[in-house]
């Protein structure tokens, strides 16, 4: 039964090339985001959805686009893959209730290395 | 940035109290402290969070001082799978005016539960 699920796992590329990363929710969440975890172990936002809205982007390069099909699904695809890229990168969802938990649900990250 | 200090790193010892600190002396009225952690290759995990008043759930309380500035997340009885980095946040709750999604990770305490 999980929650959130990112796939692939682990994605090993070349630079220059474009890849995706799917995410998908079954918690009937209505807000999905992206983080960056760098080798620093900082953990950044990128991108938010709500509803298949975008609600916040976070000065990410216009080579990551997120993509929302619909609610449970919020998928990241990355052109033009430079070393810099490479990273630890995670799915979370959550409600967006006023005055409600609010707690975001986080994926198991997908490792992508840029060769 | 990050609105909060945490220490770097802290030991206990299994079976004992892990008190992990946080300063959050900027910290406004209507900002929630949340505690999330994030065990070795895994997405983070919510702990708890507050507003004023102390909380306890079955993962941890959470111990807020009067004045806001500061709180201590508490594991009452720690063990080996307690390992983490645990990130103390502040943010407006979602969904309210001025609410917002974003998580705002700083560095975080690595605690190490020693058997």
């Known amino acids: 039964d999980t929650a959130v699920s990112q796939t692939p796992k682990y994605l090993v590329t070349q630079m220059g090339n474009d890849k995706s990363i799917k995410c998908e929710q079954n918690?009937?969440?209505?807000?999905m985001y992206w983080y960056k975890q760098d080798s620093k172990k900082f953990l950044k936002i990128m991108f938010s959805?709500?509803?298949?809205?975008?609600?916040i982007n976070e000065t990410v390069p216009n080579r990551f686009s997120p993509k929302s099909p619909d609610k449970a699904h919020l998928n990241l695809h990355i052109n033009s893959l430079e070393l810099g890229d490479s990273a630890v990168y995670f799915c979370?969802?959550?409600?967006?209730?006023?005055?409600?938990?609010?707690?975001?649900?986080f994926g198991p990250g997908t490792r992508l290395t840029v060769l | 940035d990050a609105k909060t200090t945490q220490p770097t790193s802290m030991d206990c010892a299994e079976g004992r109290a892990a008190n992990l600190p946080c300063n959050h002396s900027?910290?406004?009225?209507?900002?929630?402290v949340y505690w999330y952690r994030q065990i070795h290759s895994q997405g983070p995990q919510y702990i708890i969070h507050?507003?004023?008043n102390n909380e306890t759930n079955e993962m941890a309380s959470l111990i807020i001082t009067e004045d806001r500035k500061s709180s201590t997340l508490i594991l009452p009885h720690a063990t080996l799978r307690d390992t983490a980095v645990y990130y103390c946040?502040?943010?407006?709750?979602?969904?309210?005016?001025?609410?917002?999604?974003?998580?705002?990770f700083g560095k975080g305490t690595k605690l190490t539960v020693n058997p």
């Open positions: 979370a969802s959550s409600l967006r209730l006023a005055g409600s938990y609010n707690e975001q649900f």
């Open positions: 918690l009937g969440h209505d807000t």
């Open positions: 959805y709500n509803n298949k809205e975008l609600i």
């Open positions: 900027t910290i406004s009225g209507n900002e929630y």
């Open positions: 507050g507003l004023k």
């Open positions: 946040i502040v943010r407006v709750a979602p969904g309210t005016q001025g609410g917002s999604e974003k998580l705002v």
